[in-house]
Each structure stands twice: as C-alpha cells, then as structure tokens.
DNA sequence: TACTAATATGAACATTTGTTCATATGAACA
DNA sequence: TGTTCATATGAACAAATGTTCATATTAGTA
C-alpha cells in the first residue's frame, strides 16, 4: 500500500473535470513558490517596510534589530524572484518593492490576516 | 559585530518613519504564516483543484497521484489555517475553498506567475 | 594606495517541514 | 457485531530553510 492504488472509488468523472481545468502544473509550481517566498516572517518585514519607502540594507538592518547579513541574505532571496528592485547610491543599495502587483499581493494578504 | 551595532549610519528618520507606519507585527507574523501556507506545491495544487469543484480525499488523491496519507496531512493544515472547508457525507469528506478572499489570493498569485 | 563603511556571500549548524509507514477512528453495510 | 472503505493522525526520517560566523567585494575618502 501507500501507493496510489490504495484509492478505490474516486469520483473519476469529477477528477477528470478538474484536471482537464487545472493550469498548467508549471504554473501552480510557481505560485507555489512565490507564496513560500511571502510565507518568511523576516522576508514579509522587509516587504512591508520597503511598501512604505525605499531603504537601505542598514535601515532595515536597524529597523527589524537583525544582523545585516541575515538581512541580505534574505533580500536576496527577494531579488532573485523579482520581488523587489534596488538601485546602488555610493557606498549603499537602496531597495524597494519590484512592482504594484507585489504591492497587491501583500496588501491583499494582510487583510485576510486582519480578519 | 554580528549584533546590531554593526549598523554605524542608518538613516534614522526613515526607519522611525517606517516604524511609526508598520502594521502591528502580530499581523505581519499572520500574514507570512498564510503565505507559507500557501507556498507549498502540494497544497497550491490541492486548493487549485477544489476552486474548481468540492472534491473528497480519495480525488484528491487520484488527481495529484500521492498518498491519501500525504494529502491528509496537508489537508489539515488547511483546515486548521482556515483556508479550507469540509462537509462529510457518508464514508467521505469533501473539500472546497474557505471563501471567496482565499480564491482571490490564489488568483492573483496566479496572475502573478503567469507573467 | 591604504583604510573604512556598506553590502554580499559561502559554509556550517540548528530548526522546520513534508512525506512515508503504521495504525487509529468513523461510517456504512452485510 | 464484524468487516470494509474512507479518512485522520502519531512517529520517524530525509530534505529544505534561516541565521550566524567569517570573509569577500565594492565604493568612498584620507
């Protein structure tokens, strides 16, 4: 067992119905992936921070009372995928969200939250 | 070092202005543990299938090819975050959407990795 | 060029997480 | 009541993840 033939009687029709529905699985991957970069407590901090105004690396170091390389460390987890855009002044890298549509996303999550 | 007074010339009004501007953190810690939730691939694809259809455990099963036990287990998880509900009938429990602000997340995600 | 400030990054470590395996619970039916 | 199907759950284990520590890189400045 432990297999997937331990299933008797699905509801074949319905799971055909709903896979013949389903995006492409590519798609739901990367869904999935961008929610589990939101879904870092330390990662959604600096979100909402940068949603406000445009920070450094040491403001928000100062800001969430963390080591500047955890910061960076997770801010580039938030590059890599596009969350957020930076731009280098001198000796500092200010950052801030990539888009409206990120905005959106955490806007959006945060009220659910408030319920 | 590795302590905060690492940090030498943070632009201390920025931070206390963002400070001063940031949801309470219980709510931000609510959001990303919703996020988290929804950024495992196994449960996007659960909560995908079931946007389209209230679907028990056992198609659940069949449509995603893992073990009643492995969708069991993640189906919890979304019972107890509130992202899912359940009726029973009979031997089987079917599962469907929380709410309408759940697809919306779901669809925005979407929307967002389409992109 | 040497030095310092700001940021980035690799390695290591502890913690968290998702699946499997085994078993328990709950409901229908003979 | 005993059996079977559908689902739930505890324990264990492997894999993924976030932070720390040490160090590298990059930019400004003496």
Redesign the interface.
Request: charged share 30%; net charge neutral; proline share 1%.
């Given at each position: 067992m432990?297999?997937?033939c331990?299933?008797?009687?699905?509801?074949?029709e319905?799971?055909l119905?709903?896979?013949s529905?389903?995006?492409d699985?590519e798609?739901?991957?990367?869904?999935?992936?961008?929610?589990?970069?939101?879904?870092?407590?330390t990662?959604?901090?600096i979100l909402?921070?940068i949603s406000?105004?445009e920070?450094?690396v040491?403001?928000l170091?100062?800001?969430l009372?963390?080591?500047?390389?955890a910061i960076s460390h997770q801010l580039r987890i938030l590059r890599n995928t596009n969350l957020v855009r930076f731009r280098r002044e001198g000796k500092s890298v200010y950052y801030s969200l990539a888009d409206q549509?990120?905005l959106?996303?955490?806007e959006?999550?945060?009220?659910?939250?408030?319920?």
């Amino acid at each position: 067992m432990n297999n997937i033939c331990e299933i008797k009687h699905s509801n074949e029709e319905a799971v055909l119905e709903v896979k013949s529905k389903m995006p492409d699985s590519e798609i739901i991957e990367k869904t999935a992936e961008c929610f589990k970069i939101l879904g870092d407590i330390t990662r959604m901090k600096i979100l909402v921070a940068i949603s406000q105004r445009e920070l450094c690396v040491c403001d928000l170091s100062a800001l969430l009372r963390m080591s500047q390389s955890a910061i960076s460390h997770q801010l580039r987890i938030l590059r890599n995928t596009n969350l957020v855009r930076f731009r280098r002044e001198g000796k500092s890298v200010y950052y801030s969200l990539a888009d409206q549509h990120v905005l959106k996303l955490i806007e959006m999550g945060i009220e659910h939250a408030k319920e």
